[in-house]
């Protein structure tokens, strides 16, 4: 079942969604320095993080799911959000540069045509950046934030799941070290819970962070050849004698 978008903006006006935005953003802003001239879609509830990208990049749109519902953004000015049909989104083929998916993959009821969808919509060496809730990780245990509902990944489920609709990773990433809770501790602390477990490389991050371009082509890969059995010739009939003739 999709997150409700109620649900999702109330917490982004909490503490903990202000931390979680905050280390979030630190990661794809290092991935995707740079967006100038470059278009640049949100998919489920991005609209968190696509922000600073405004001034920047030369168009930004926020797509959200029927299932989800869907809130005026930015909140001044035209707005730039649209409630869709995920699996069949009302853009041109390859006129999208990066695309960004959050609170998205681990909700929808088919994960694999919605990427197949952004594979569509991005143009040639696009880049699609995903974040999905970790399986190993605390937060996809604590249904009191959205990134503990649905179903969460493991690094290797994410990779099948991008390979089977022709993207290929180019970058893996994991953020929410810090435990999901609002206590002032956490909250304060959250920085160095991130910068010990990024360097250490420890498990159990909230968060799967995975940068991936589009393939223009499917791999071609070897097929088994069979073996035809090997018939032995068939013998020849012998010969009938010819029937004789009575008197």
Known sequence: MALDVVDLRTFYATPLGHVARRLVSQIMRERWSNCVGLSVM????????????????????????????????????LSASALVESTMMPL?????????????????????????????ILTPGGRMIVVAPNRRGLWSRVDTTPFGQGQPFSKSQLRELLRETLFSPVHWAEALYVP?????????????????????????????????????????????TRRLPQF????????????????
């Open 42 to 77: 949100g998919v489920g509830y991005a609209t968190p993080y696509l922000g600073p990208l405004r001034e920047e990049a030369v168009r930004v749109l926020a797509f959200m799911p029927a299932e989800q519902g869907v809130v005026n953004w930015p909140a001044h000015g």
């Open 92 to 120: 041109p083929d390859s006129c999208m540069d990066r695309v960004l998916v959050v609170h998205a993959l681990e909700t929808l009821e088919h994960p694999r045509d919605v990427l197949a969808e952004i594979w569509r």
């Open 180 to 224: 999901p809770f609002a206590r002032p501790f956490f909250l304060r602390t959250a920085p160095i819970f991130e910068a010990i477990g990024s360097r250490l490389g420890l498990p159990g991050a909230g968060l799967h962070l995975v940068e991936a371009t589009k393939q223009l082509y499917r791999p071609i890969t070897a097929r088994r």
């Open 232 to 247: 032995e010739p068939a013998l020849s009939p012998s010969a009938v004698p010819p029937l004789s003739r009575g008197p």
